[in-house]
C-alpha cells in the first residue's frame, strides 16, 4: 500500500523533470554559431528505461529465484544522471538446516555521475552512483531441522510454515559500472553494488535471510553486495548542440 | 585514472563472483548445539565420591542400537527433540556373563527452539526436566539407588543436569 505511494512520487518527479529541463532548453538553441575549426554534434538528453537482464536470467536457470527489475535514468546535466531502480524478487533459502522463502518488492532511488569523457558523437558512460534503496517483504520459514551433532536419533525436521510479513528494511548503495550505446538508442550495461543496510525490521528468534533488491544478508555484518547487467532503450527528449574543437 | 577505473570494475566484478560462491552456509563446528544430558554416577554408600560405570550399556527403548560407556563416571546422552519424553535403558555390567543388571529412566521436559544461524539452524533446550525411575517387577535385577535432578534446564553440556547413586 505504502508502496504503490512511492512508486507514484518517483513517476511524478520523473516527470516532473522533463517539464523543467523542456522549458530551460527554448533559449539554449540558437546560441552556438558556427566557427571554423570547430566540430558540432548533437548530445542526447532523454529518459534511459532499462531491464535487468541478470534477474531475467537467474529467474529461468535458479528454481529458488524469481525476479524482475527496471531501471530509469534521467540525464539532468552533462554528467549527472538522475536514477533509480524498482524490482520485484522472490528467493528462496532452500538449505541443510533452514528452508526460507522471502517475498517482496523495493525501490531505489539516486544519482550516477559519468566519469567518462566520450569521443565525439558517441553516448557511452562509465559511472559512480549512490542509492537509496528500501524495500518491504514479507518471510516465510517453511521448514528448519533441529541442529545436533549427534546422530543418536533420526533428524527433527519441524515444518513449522511461519510467516513473518510487513518487514522492511533500507540501505544505502554505491554502485559503479559501465554502459555502451550498441545501437541506435540502445544500451547494453553492466554495473556492480555495494550496500550497508541502515536499518532492518527485528524478528524475534529468527533473521533476515534475504532482502529484496539487497539479496542476501550476513549473520554478523550489515554490508552487502549484488550486480546487475541491462539492456536500456534511451528516449531522447531533446538534444544539446555541442563543440569541440579541432586541433589544426 | 578512467582506465584504472575500468580495470577497477572490472576486478570488482571478478571478486564479487568468487565471493558469492563463498556463502557462510556452512554450520561451524564451535557454534552450540542441541545439549545432551549429563549424567554423573555416585557410590550409593559413600555419596560424595563418583563411581566410575562398567560396560554401562544405555539404549533408548525403541532405538536398536545402544551406546556403551566404560571406565567413566559422567556420561552424555541425547533427548529426543520431537518428543516431551525419552526413555531409556540403563544395562551395567552388561559384558559379564550374567548379562548384568537393568534399570529404566524416564526423562520428561518441554523443549524451546533457539534461533542460532542460517547455517545451523535452530537448537533445542529443555526446561522443566524430570527424570523417574521405572518400577520394574524383578526387583533383583534394578541396580539405581537414587537419581536426583540438578538441573531443570537443560542449555549446555558443561554442568551435569542429573547424579546417579548406585
Known amino acids: 500500500m505504502n508502496l504503490k505511494l512511492t512508486y507514484t512520487y518517483f513517476i511524478s518527479s520523473i516527470l516532473l523533470c522533463f517539464g523543467m529541463q523542456s522549458f530551460a532548453q527554448e533559449n539554449s538553441t540558437d546560441e552556438y554559431e558556427q566557427v571554423s575549426d570547430s566540430i558540432f554534434f548533437k548530445d542526447k538528453y532523454g529518459l534511459n528505461i532499462g531491464l535487468d537482464l541478470s534477474r531475467i536470467g537467474q529467474s529461468f536457470w535458479d528454481l529458488d529465484y524469481q525476479g524482475l527489475e527496471i531501471s530509469a535514468d534521467y540525464r539532468y546535466s552533462e554528467n549527472l544522471y538522475i536514477a533509480g531502480e524498482l524490482g520485484n524478487e522472490t528467493s528462496t533459502f532452500n538449505e541443510e538446516n533452514i528452508i526460507n522463502e522471502t517475498d517482496g518488492s523495493y525501490i531505489k532511488l539516486g544519482v550516477n555521475y559519468n566519469v567518462y569523457d566520450n569521443w565525439i558523437g558517441m553516448q557511452n558512460l562509465i559511472y559512480v552512483g549512490i542509492r537509496y534503496g528500501f524495500a518491504s517483504y514479507s518471510q516465510n520459514l517453511q521448514s528448519y531441522r533441529i541442529y545436533t551433532t549427534d546422530d543418536y536419533f533420526p533428524s527433527d525436521i519441524r515444518d513449522v510454515d511461519v510467516s513473518f510479513s510487513n518487514l522492511t ?45 539487497f539479496r542476501r544478508t550476513f549473520d554478523n555484518s550489515s554490508i552487502g553486495a549484488g550486480w546487475g547487467y541491462s539492456i536500456s532503450y534511451l528516449i531522447p527528449i531533446y538534444s544539446k548542440t555541442k563543440t569541440q574543437a579541432v586541433d589544426n | 585514472m578512467k582506465k584504472g577505473l575500468v580495470y577497477g570494475i572490472i576486478s570488482a566484478f571478478v571478486a564479487l563472483s568468487i565471493y558469492s560462491c563463498e556463502r557462510d552456509d556452512i554450520c561451524a563446528e564451535a557454534i552450540v548445539t542441541t545439549p545432551k544430558l549429563v549424567i554423573e554416577f555416585f557410590d550409593a554408600n559413600n555419596p560424595g565420591n563418583s563411581k566410575n560405570v562398567n560396560s554401562l ?13 566404560n571406565s567413566t563416571s559422567t556420561i552424555a546422552i541425547p533427548l529426543k527433540t520431537d518428543a516431551i519424553e525419552t526413555k531409556y535403558i540403563f544395562n551395567i555390567n552388561s559384558q559379564s556373563e550374567s548379562g548384568g543388571l537393568i534399570d529404566t529412566l524416564n526423562f520428561s521436559y518441554a523443549t524451546v527452539e533457539t534461533y542460532l544461524n542460517r547455517a ?11 527424570a523417574r525411575k521405572e518400577s520394574i517387577e524383578l526387583d533383583e535385577m534394578n541396580w539405581i539407588r537414587d537419581i536426583q535432578v540438578r538441573e531443570t534446564a537443560i542449555d549446555n553440556e558443561s554442568e551435569t543436569h542429573l547424579y546417579l547413586f548406585y
Open chain 1, 169 to 213: 528494511a533500507s540501505w544505502i548503495e554505491l554502485q559503479a559500472g559501465l554502459r555502451v550505446n550498441i545501437f541506435d538508442n540502445f544500451y547494453l550495461g553492466a554495473h556492480i553494488q555495494l550496500k550497508n543496510m541502515i536499518s532492518v525490521s527485528e524478528i524475534n528468534n529468527f533473521d533476515n535471510l534475504y532482502v529484496p533488491g
Open chain 2, 120 to 130: 545451523c539452524g535452530f537448537k533445542a533446550d529443555f526446561i522443566d526436566f524430570r
Open chain 2, 57 to 69: 550399556l544405555v539404549r533408548e527403548i525403541e532405538n536398536d542400537t545402544a551406546i556403551l560407556f
